[in-house]
């Protein structure tokens, strides 16, 4: 089993910043890869960012590119999601996922684990 709690959601004006962060737990969690994806109202959730607790290797969705940033923290257990220059239509819960490496497709339907969400909203 493996646990995700994401954090560090809220409200922000347009072009400002967030860091979302995950605590992952649980014997196997870093069998995984780690990644974020978001859920729009109204749309289906979406990849966002995905790293390796290895090698910190990572890839992102065309979309974020250049503004979201994705990273870990080893010794503590966590994955962030920097974003940047934020806009109104990145409004959305955003949710923390675990997945095994083998699945080369960061689809939803993919994840092993989810973490409860986190919302945020930005304002323009």
């Known amino acids: 089993q493996v646990q995700l709690v994401e954090s560090g959601g809220g409200l922000v004006q347009a072009g400002g910043s967030l860091r979302l962060s995950c605590a992952a737990s649980g014997r196997t969690f870093r069998s995984y890869g780690m990644g974020w994806f978001r859920q729009a109202p109204g749309k289906e959730r979406a990849f966002l960012a995905r790293i390796s607790w290895s090698d910190g290797s990572t890839n992102y969705a065309d979309s974020v590119k250049g503004r979201f940033t994705i990273s870990r923290d080893n010794a503590k257990n966590t994955v962030y999601l920097q974003m940047n220059n934020l806009k109104p239509e990145d409004t959305a819960v955003y949710y923390c996922?675990?997945?095994?490496?083998?699945?080369?497709?960061?689809?939803?339907?993919?994840?092993?684990?989810w973490g409860q969400g986190t919302q945020v909203t930005v304002s323009s």
């Open positions: 996922a675990a997945i095994l490496p083998y699945k080369l497709l960061p689809l939803p339907g993919n994840v092993d684990y």
